[in-house]
């Protein structure tokens, strides 16, 4: 197994371009999240799924776009990217209760994102 | 909602010696879940113990262990026998047990160096 992987790892925008952050999860996860962890602030929750086909908002989603179409995929947009997008991202993935270690959330290796 | 305090930016030890990371939160739930995850340079986050909120007994795993104290709300970790590859960042984190979406709320870190 793969475990949680992430396309790409680094990255480099200017203000005003678009992109796609990729994760994929290959242990039937059910449940699946996108972090951002900047500088002294820990890490913060942008969007999260419980499922293929639904999206929900965490602490911190403005400009930020998700969809799940495949239950192993979770897709994060950046529409217009922000320097202050400039951040590592970390997508994540765990099971629903009643599985084995359902508490347990899997990351991903990291993407570090650049906007100028 | 819930919040982790990890009131320590930076700790350092001597190898071969015992070290305490601290953490608290707030929540006003009753049944939760706490992590420490280790996030050493290659960014991987690692999944180094977790505590369910309804044990009393300790969490242990081989060198770690917490001391958890439920009604002062604080969650520490002890690291015993530190090595060199135990340099890393640590974050506590929460996470509210049976609800709907598994979320982790983070503590913005401490950095641990283990000197030689």
């Known amino acids: ?116 | 909602a819930q919040t982790v305090t990890q009131s320590q930016p930076e700790m350092s030890v001597q190898e071969a010696e015992t070290v305490t990371l601290s953490c608290t939160y707030d929540t006003s739930e009753n049944n939760y879940y706490l992590f420490w995850y280790k996030q050493p340079p290659s960014r991987q986050m690692i999944l180094v113990i977790r505590q369910e909120a309804y044990k009393q007994q300790n969490a242990t795993e081989n060198r770690f262990s917490v001391n958890f104290q439920k009604a002062a709300k604080s969650f520490s970790l002890k690291i015993s026998d530190s090595q060199l590859g135990d340099t890393a960042m640590y974050f506590c984190a929460f996470m509210i047990r049976g609800g709907s979406n598994y979320k982790l709320t983070f503590g913005k870190g401490t950095l641990l160096t283990v000197n030689p």
């Open chain 1, 1 to 116: 197994n793969a475990g949680v992987t992430q396309t790409p790892k680094f990255r480099v925008l200017k203000t005003g371009q678009s992109m796609t952050l990729l994760c994929a999860q290959d242990m039937n996860h059910e449940y699946m999240y996108w972090y951002r962890q900047d500088p002294g602030m820990g890490l913060r929750l942008i969007h999260y799924s419980v499922g293929e086909g639904t999206t929900a908002k965490g602490e911190v989603p403005d400009g930020y776009n998700v969809s799940r179409l495949k239950k192993q995929n979770f897709l994060l947009g950046l529409e217009s990217a922000a320097p202050s997008q400039t951040s590592v991202y970390f997508c994540a993935s765990s099971s629903p209760e009643g599985a084995p270690r359902t508490d347990t959330q899997y990351f991903g290796p990291g993407t570090r994102l650049t906007v100028l």
